[in-house]
């Protein structure tokens, strides 16, 4: 059962990447979404998190601003929304759903909360991860979505990297150390 609500999410997260009205372009599923749950997954033992909560919660942790471009500024309040209205849908847990809501609250790297679970913490790292080995994908929301120049862009690439790095676990950090640094250093 679980494997097929899984299946169900990814469909529905992937065709949203894949719709039109999609500002990150279809690339953000490639490049961003399945990284974070390749990340989340990997990460899961080192944080003693439940390896399912975290996956689902890596697909749908920025599904609301991939849905609709007005939550993207608030896409970690609008996350746990949306993916509750899934999740119920398709008959998951409560007390998971609840678990995957706290996961996505918590992930964002510009917006200080508190992780209250392992599998927030997971989701969070999993995610600052992501964007320290993607660079090209932060060059594209620089770019193409927000229109900037060469050096305003640059810095605010090399901005969102360093907000990343702090966000990482120090164990974290040591497996995307080299990349982290060689990314600072094209930057």
Same mark, same amino acid.
Request: aromatic share 8%; proline share 3%.
């Given at each position: 059962?679980?494997?097929?609500?899984?299946?169900?999410?990814?469909?529905?997260?992937?065709?949203?990447?894949?719709?039109?009205?999609?500002?990150?372009?279809?690339?953000?599923?490639? =490049?961003?979404?399945?990284?974070?749950? &390749?990340?989340?997954?990997?990460?899961?033992?080192?944080?003693? %998190?439940?390896?399912?909560?975290?996956?689902?919660?890596?697909?749908?942790?920025?599904?609301?601003?991939?849905?609709?471009?007005?939550?993207?500024?608030?896409?970690?309040?609008?996350?746990?929304?949306?993916?509750?209205?899934?999740?119920?849908?398709?008959?998951?847990?409560?007390?998971?759903?609840?678990?995957?809501?706290?996961?996505? !609250?918590?992930?964002?790297?510009?917006?200080?909360?508190? =992780?209250?679970?392992?599998?927030? %913490?997971?989701?969070?790292? !999993? *995610?600052?991860?992501? =964007?320290?080995?993607?660079?090209?994908? @932060?060059?594209?929301? %620089?770019?193409? =979505?927000?229109?900037?120049?060469?050096?305003?862009?640059? @810095?605010?690439?090399?901005?969102?990297?360093?907000?990343?790095? &702090?966000?990482?676990?120090?164990?974290?950090? *040591?497996?995307?150390?080299?990349?982290?640094?060689? %990314? @600072?250093?094209?930057?």
């Amino acid at each position: 059962m679980i494997e097929t609500i899984r299946n169900k999410i990814e469909k529905i997260v992937e065709q949203a990447c894949a719709a039109d009205t999609n500002i990150f372009g279809y690339d953000i599923w490639t =490049h961003h979404i399945l990284q974070v749950v &390749q990340n989340a997954k990997q990460l899961a033992p080192r944080f003693d %998190a439940d390896p399912e909560i975290v996956e689902f919660a890596a697909l749908l942790h920025d599904y609301a601003s991939i849905k609709d471009e007005a939550l993207y500024a608030d896409h970690h309040i609008h996350g746990p929304i949306e993916a509750e209205k899934l999740l119920k849908r398709f008959g998951y847990p409560e007390e998971k759903t609840e678990a995957v809501k706290d996961a996505i !609250a918590s992930h964002r790297a510009s917006v200080r909360i508190e =992780h209250r679970s392992a599998e927030g %913490a997971c989701l969070a790292n !999993a *995610d600052a991860m992501s =964007h320290i080995e993607q660079p090209p994908s @932060l060059l594209y929301l %620089a770019y193409v =979505h927000h229109g900037m120049g060469i050096d305003e862009g640059r @810095l605010w690439v090399k901005e969102k990297l360093q907000r990343s790095w &702090q966000k990482l676990r120090e164990d974290v950090q *040591d497996i995307v150390r080299d990349r982290y640094e060689a %990314a @600072l250093k094209v930057l």
